[in-house]
């Protein structure tokens, strides 16, 4: 199953919509309550910074029996220092977003945390690729 959303940068209307759908599609296809709490985070948190750091991008999830995948690709200013992005605590967002509650500098630590691997790619002035593996496991009953 692959369910793909367009992103549209400071659209904070529908900004979680399409992690919110990406959590019922999970649910429906009954996939674990660990793997689809995960799988949420990592695609609110990337849906966010398109939202709040790019121009435009999408959002994609594909599911399998044994993972799903998040990618995350948009056009803007790109991450000139990952290592330091995913640093906890470090945000470029400007006042107006922290006022709005968000640039806590938590959203790439919390999907690094989530995700079983997770690979970044981005270039200045041009954008940023993010795509997430988050492994079901199941119960084993
Ligand atoms: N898609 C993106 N495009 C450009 N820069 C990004 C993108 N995603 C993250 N960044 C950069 O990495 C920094 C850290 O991102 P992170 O998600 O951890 O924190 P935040 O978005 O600033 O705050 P929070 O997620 O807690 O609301 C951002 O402040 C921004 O500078
Ligand atoms: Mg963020």
């Known amino acids: 199953m692959k369910l793909e959303f367009v992103i549209e940068g400071m659209d904070f209307t529908r900004a979680?919509?399409?992690?919110?759908?990406?959590?019922?599609?999970?649910?429906?296809?009954?996939?674990?309550?660990?793997?689809?709490?995960?799988?949420?985070i990592?695609?609110?948190?990337?849906?966010?910074?398109?939202?709040?750091?790019?121009?435009?991008?999408?959002?994609?999830?594909?599911?399998?029996?044994?993972?799903?995948?998040?990618?995350?690709?948009?056009?803007?200013?790109?991450?000139?220092?990952?290592?330091?992005?995913?640093?906890?605590g470090y945000s470029t967002a400007p006042p107006h977003?922290?006022?709005?509650?968000?640039?806590?500098?938590?959203g790439l630590p919390n999907i690094q945390r989530s995700s079983d691997e997770l690979h970044i790619d981005s270039k200045v002035g041009i954008g940023t690729k993010l795509t997430s593996t988050i492994m079901n496991r199941t119960s084993g009953v």
Do not use: C
């Open 16 to 40: 979680g919509e399409a992690a919110a759908k990406i959590k019922k599609a999970l649910q429906l296809v009954g996939m674990e309550v660990e793997t689809v709490r995960k799988s949420v």
């Open 42 to 88: 990592v695609a609110y948190e990337a849906e966010m910074n398109i939202v709040i750091h790019a121009r435009s991008g999408t959002l994609t999830a594909r599911v399998y029996p044994d993972r799903v995948e998040i990618e995350a690709a948009d056009e803007g200013p790109g991450i000139p220092d990952i290592s330091l992005a995913l640093q906890e």
């Open 97 to 106: 977003i922290r006022e709005m509650g968000f640039g806590a500098g938590m």
